[in-house]
């Protein structure tokens, strides 16, 4: 069977789960399962990746293994340089997965992998130049080109959380203050919510008897659900959200001017109450706008195992490219080797002939002596 066709299994790592699934060429999922993310322990995180490989593999044969890690990736794919939710700091997972499975191992930033099937299987098929951005706890996200993820010189490209869009606003985690995560993700989201709460609004009603009259049990779900029945608080913190979002989009557009942004993580499960107001925002606040071509703001389609296929599918990539590497080496190595025993054998050819023509010249100076000199033998 072709590499192309076989199987691999990605894996998802966060901050509180390992997932991972058996996936087709198809993108399709044919088995999955989960662990408990040890967050303190390097070596545990990769003792729950072997076991979770170890497990799947006893029930289909697979060719490679990818792992999406939430958390700077070197440029080479094989260490996570930082993860924020994880104890990585300039982990070798690469190559300390690969000795414990014995089987390729592809490591790419979880949005990078994500954003890859998007492109293959979901909102993004068909497009050239391709921006996602996950919106979950803060923000992530990726950009293809030509059907080429574009990493950056270091591996950290697409970090866009991290614009500043509020001088002097909300304090990051990163150490700056009014990063774009502070006003378009799902901690901004619930940090609003809560505030409003907490304020002994009255408009916040619907809020605090969802959470129990309790406004720390607020969450991003929580404001989503409740907008989508209607609740008019909770549609007005998701458009603000949302707002947020365009004028996001429209920066990164400034710079990269891509055809479509595809949209995903938790947040973007409130659909059209989010995309909505971020396409208004995002035309409003386009450079050039009313003089140049918009791109598309679509949902993303896989969800939360976006990561997951993705992974794997760049795990089948790898695996085909290194095959590919072996049999152009083998055939060179062959070639190389076949060309040196040519030239071994007129080698040696021309010496033999050398030696002929050394021995006869020899007889015929010896013939020659022996007529000059009288000698009776000759």
């Not at 299994?9 to 993108?27: H, L, R, S, Y």
């Not at 954003?115 to 979950?136: I, K, Y």
Request: negative net charge; proline residues 4%; hydrophobic residues 40%.
């Amino acid at each position: 069977m072709a590499l192309t066709q076989a199987l691999t299994i990605g894996i998802d790592i966060g901050g509180t789960k390992v997932a991972a699934g058996v996936v087709d060429p198809e993108g399709n999922i044919l088995d999955r399962l989960r662990r408990d993310t040890p967050t303190k322990d390097p070596k545990e995180t990769e003792d729950a990746i072997a076991d979770i490989v170890h497990d799947l593999e006893s029930r289909h044969d697979v060719i490679a293994v990818g792992i999406g890690a939430a958390g700077f990736v070197d440029g080479t794919r094989s260490s996570v340089l930082f993860a924020p939710h994880l104890a990585w700091r300039h982990e070798p997972l690469r190559d300390a997965v690969e000795r414990r499975l014995g089987l390729p191992v592809v490591v790419e930033n979880d949005a990078n992998a994500a954003a890859w099937s998007e492109w293959r299987f979901g909102g993004g098929q068909g497009e050239s130049h391709l921006v996602c951005v996950t919106l979950g706890t803060g923000i992530g996200g990726a950009i293809l080109n030509d059907g080429a993820l574009q990493r950056g010189k270091f591996g950290i490209a697409g970090e866009f959380g991290h614009m500043q869009v509020v001088p002097g606003g909300h304090r990051c985690e990163c150490g700056n203050r009014g990063c774009w995560e502070q006003y378009a993700s799902g901690n901004a989201l619930t940090r609003e919510a809560r505030e409003l709460a907490l304020s002994g609004s009255p408009v916040a009603h619907n809020l605090l008897r969802a959470a129990g009259g309790d406004p720390r049990q607020i969450n991003g779900p929580m404001v989503t659900e409740l907008a989508k029945d209607g609740d008019p608080v909770a549609v007005e913190l998701l458009e603000e959200v949302g707002r947020w979002l365009g004028i996001g989009l429209a920066n990164l557009a400034a710079a990269l001017d891509p055809g479509t942004f595809v949209i995903g993580g938790g947040v973007s499960d409130a659909g059209e109450l989010l995309l909505a107001p971020a396409r208004e925002a995002f035309k409003r606040t386009l450079t050039g706008r009313g003089f140049r071509p918009e791109a598309r703001i679509v949902r993303a389609v896989l969800g939360p195992e976006a990561g997951m296929v993705g992974a794997a599918d760049l795990a089948r990539e790898e695996a085909t490219w290194l095959r590919r590497v072996r049999v152009k080496t083998t055939a060179v190595t062959a070639k190389t080797a076949a060309a040196r025993s040519t030239r071994l054998e007129r080698a040696a050819r021309k010496s033999a002939a050398r030696r002929t023509g050394m021995r006869t010249a020899a007889s015929e100076a010896d013939l020659h002596h022996a007529d000059v000199n009288g000698d009776p033998d000759a």
